[in-house]
């Protein structure tokens, strides 16, 4: 008899994808704190307007910050980034299901086509939610903290100051980005996923389960891919949420224009490695302590 699979409440569902997003923000926040670092600051032609270029490339970040301000610099904005990845990772896993229940057909399946729809929605959701607000507040303290002066001395010191300078507007710098790439995100990364599974079941004799080393080999692929194929969005957002992003951008595509015009069409892909690698290690913690808290 073939065996039934467990549907999860969504309460469950919620729950696993938050603890799964906090463990994760704490394990992987260093290459989020450099991949931060490499697109706020300006190359090129265009060095000079906020002091010009300070770091060669990602090990040079690590290096620099912990001799110049010690090694607990490269958590600074850490605090922020738990909340917003463990909300962000409980709203991700809860509307993905939601939405690819809504999207099954009559016999209880979806396709890949769907399967993408449902992880747009999934992204559009948590980027107008969570990561918004969560991530323009982590970016400004970390850029704060490039500073002679700080002035911000922690995660309820900086959003009160930020309210307070911006208004409520301040904390929702770079929207349009953000969702672009949240949407894109998810959208890409199930949809390759289910479509490279799919795959692979066919190359296999009906009933048997897909081995583990091609379940590592399909998520890495999409990791990959993900990756390269939302950075320019990633660079675009970051700049937006720096400290004078409102002095510097009048919107989303002059920002865009600015980049390419001073920094070069590679610059859209400024800290892809440090990228590459937290995703790689979001995706094994993230599903590991989802399966941990539902199952155990």
């Keep these: 008899m073939s065996q039934i699979k467990r549907k999860e409440p969504p309460l469950y569902t919620l729950t696993a994808g938050a603890v799964a997003g906090a463990v994760e923000a704490i394990v992987t926040y260093p290459t989020e704190f450099v991949k931060t670092q490499l697109q706020l600051q300006d190359g090129g032609a265009g060095s000079a307007r906020n002091g010009g270029v300070k770091f060669k490339g990602p090990i040079d970040v690590v290096r620099t910050t912990i001799r110049t301000q010690g090694i607990t610099a490269i958590y600074r904005g850490l605090s922020a980034l738990i909340i917003g990845t463990a909300a962000k990772a409980g709203v991700r896993f809860f509307a993905f299901d939601q939405f690819k229940d809504m999207l099954k057909d009559k016999?209880?399946?979806?396709?890949?086509?769907?399967?993408?729809?449902?992880?747009?929605?999934?992204?559009?959701?948590?980027?107008?939610?969570?990561?918004?607000?969560?991530?323009?507040?982590?970016?400004?303290?970390?850029?704060?903290?490039?500073?002679?002066?700080?002035?911000?001395?922690?995660?309820?010191?900086?959003?009160r100051t930020i309210i307070q300078a911006e208004g409520f507007g301040g904390v929702y710098r770079g929207v349009i980005p953000v969702m672009a790439r949240q949407g894109a995100n998810s959208a890409v990364r199930f949809g390759v996923y289910s479509s490279l599974s799919d795959f692979a079941k066919t190359r296999l004799n009906p009933g048997q389960q897909v081995p583990a080393v091609y379940t590592f080999g399909i998520g890495a692929i999409a990791g990959v891919i993900t990756v390269y194929t939302t950075m320019p969005l990633d660079v675009v957002k970051t700049k937006m949420q720096g400290l004078q992003a409102k002095e510097l951008y009048s919107g989303v595509f002059d920002c865009a224009w600015k980049v390419f015009r001073h920094e070069g069409l590679l610059s859209f892909w400024k800290g892809a490695t440090p990228r590459l690698a937290r995703l790689t290690f979001t995706n094994k913690v993230s599903t590991f302590m989802r399966k941990l808290v539902i199952y155990d």
């Design 107 to 159: 016999d209880g399946k979806t396709t890949s086509a769907r399967n993408v729809l449902a992880g747009l929605g999934a992204g559009m959701t948590e980027a107008v939610l969570v990561v918004t607000p969560t991530e323009t507040i982590k970016t400004k303290l970390i850029h704060d903290g490039n500073s002679t002066s700080p002035k911000y001395r922690g995660l309820v010191h900086g959003v």
